[in-house]
């Protein structure tokens, strides 16, 4: 992991990326009488602070983590889906709709697994495209992103 965070250490808008790993990190470290819940929310929050800046939008929040980690178009349907339920989820706790003691240890598995492995695939994506020159140091978000989240060849 240390290899793969230092190959980006020349991208001059990487910011979103230290967030999206700061907030993986609560995620773990989350404690508390709602440490289900809390951690349920900062996982799925590291995940949208590295997919966005779409705010608020479950289709392109689910068909981004689809792009990103899907195998075929069938996988990624299926992680659209589970990605949809769990953002869903995760609104009804934010507008009040549902308590934290709804969380199940699959919500919590399912989010832990979907995060890590969102946070895993986007970097190597990304030092892969900067080693082979399809990133340069200025290269936006917005840039980035298009890049990273391109079918693989």
Not at 16 to 42: D, H, R, T, V, Y
Not at 43 to 60: F, Q, T
Not at 132 to 139: P, R, T
């Amino acid at each position: 992991m240390e290899v793969l965070l230092d190959s980006l250490q020349h991208l001059q808008h990487r910011h979103f990326i230290n967030i999206a790993l700061s907030f993986l990190e609560k995620a773990f470290f989350a404690e508390g009488l709602a440490w289900g819940f809390e951690q349920l929310l900062w996982h799925i929050v590291s995940i949208d602070a590295l997919l966005g800046p779409e705010r608020g939008n479950k289709k392109n929040f689910s068909e981004r983590v689809a792009r990103l980690i899907g195998d075929d178009d069938e996988d990624e349907e299926r992680i659209s889906s589970d990605t949809g339920k769990l953002y869903d989820f995760r609104s009804k706790f934010v507008h009040g709709e549902q308590s934290e003691k709804d969380v199940f240890l699959g919500h919590l598995t399912s989010a832990r697994t979907t995060a890590r492995e969102c946070l895993v695939t986007f970097l190597r994506r990304l030092s892969r495209e900067i080693q082979s020159g399809n990133v340069k140091s200025d290269a936006t978000r917005e840039t980035i992103l298009d890049v990273v989240l391109k079918p693989p060849p």
